[in-house]
Antibody
Framework: QVQLVQSGAEVKKPGASVKVSCKAS????????INWVRQAPGQGLEWMGW????????NYAQKFQGRVTMTTDTYTNTAYMDLRSLRSDDTAIYYC?????????????????WGQGTLVTVSS | DIQMTQSPSSLSASVGDRVTITCRAS??????LAWYQQKPGKVPKLLIY???TLQSGVPSRFSGSGSGTDFTLTIYSLQPEDVATYYC????????FGPGTKVDIK
């Protein structure tokens, strides 16, 4: 069955970076892109960006451009999201989520599977 | 950048009521729209995609309609297990979510 298993909770100081991993199993990894979505405490869902697991093309939300990097490792079927210059308002649950089909230039299908989420807390 | 809005932000209805949630895109997104249900402490669940296609396993009381800029999610007979927050999402290149609609039982 399709599974996305994310790395564990992180506590970071303002200005630091965090790298969240997302290991996929149960399907052909290069055939489905990955979205990264975050949710601050008590808030809604915020799309951060998309990465093609086929050729590493990315499409980042304008808000995060210059501060986020998304990568994949097709040998280990793992996607990564690296967020730099952390602030207190980056405190959130970060989700990886599978796009339900093959896309080339961005997220062109809905999300059909989600990781369990990784809580990132930014606090001095 | 295309913005997504939803209304209302919250609603309270009785069991058996018909509930309607509206989602609006700031530009034409054709039918590249999905609806998700998120219960407290859980990950979102895909309900509807391409604006009106019911995801496998989703009860038929859920229905979606619309195209272009205006979309609707209807729950035809609200059940206690439908208490959740509902989000629309466009997925034409970027994948912006609406702000969500919290649904409660009166």
């Amino acid at each position: 069955q399709v599974q996305l298993v994310q790395s564990g909770a992180e506590v970071k100081k303002p200005g630091a970076s965090v790298k969240v991993s997302c290991k996929a199993s149960g399907y052909t990894f290069p055939s489905y892109g990955i979205n990264w979505v975050r949710q601050a405490p008590g808030q809604g869902l915020e799309w951060m960006g998309w990465i093609s697991t086929y050729n590493d093309n990315t499409n980042y939300a304008q808000k995060f451009q210059g501060r986020v990097t998304m990568t994949t490792d097709t040998y280990t079927n793992t996607a990564y999201m690296d967020l730099r210059s952390l602030r207190s308002d980056d405190t959130a649950i970060y989700y990886c989520a599978r796009v339900a089909g093959y896309c080339t230039g961005g997220s062109c299908h809905p999300i059909d599977y989600w990781g369990q989420g990784t809580l990132v807390t930014v606090s001095s | 950048d295309i913005q997504m809005t939803q209304s209302p932000s919250s609603l309270s209805a009785s069991v058996g009521d018909r509930v309607t949630i509206t989602c609006r895109a700031s530009q034409d997104i054709s039918n590249s729209l999905a609806w998700y249900q998120q219960k407290p402490g859980k990950v979102p669940k895909l309900l509807i995609y391409t604006a009106s296609t019911l995801q496998s396993g989703v009860p038929s009381r859920f229905s979606g309609s619309g195209s272009g800029t205006d979309f609707t999610l209807t729950i035809y007979s609200l059940q206690p297990e439908d208490v959740a927050t509902y989000y629309c999402q466009r997925y034409n290149s970027a994948a912006t979510f609406g702000p969500g609609t919290k649904v409660d039982i009166k």
